[in-house]
């Protein structure tokens, strides 16, 4: 369960900063109940993964995307800023 937090966090950061981010950045807290929500749906889907469709015995399933939904990821507002320079350099 930790594991899928972790890969969980991962995938937040990597979505709110898209042009990278310093080491020890953590999950900014209004992204914990996303957090969880991603981590459980990677548990969901471990042993499936990426299935876009499946039926047997009268149950079906497909997926919106092979690792976390996009419905999901939307959630996630995306960060960068500007590089500074020092004019004097």
């Known amino acids: 369960l930790s594991e899928l937090l972790e890969q969980a966090g991962a995938i937040i950061l990597n979505r709110r900063y898209p042009f990278g981010y310093a080491d020890g950045v953590e999950v900014p807290p209004q992204y914990a109940r996303i957090q969880v929500a991603i981590a459980l749906e990677l548990y969901a889907k471990q042993g499936a993964e990426g299935q876009t469709a499946h ?13 976390v939904s996009p419905s999901l990821l939307k959630q996630i ?3 960068c800023g500007s590089v500074m320079t020092n004019a004097n350099s």
């Open 55 to 67: 039926s047997e015995n009268g149950i079906s399933r497909s997926y919106e995307a092979g690792d």
């Open 77 to 79: 507002i995306p960060m």
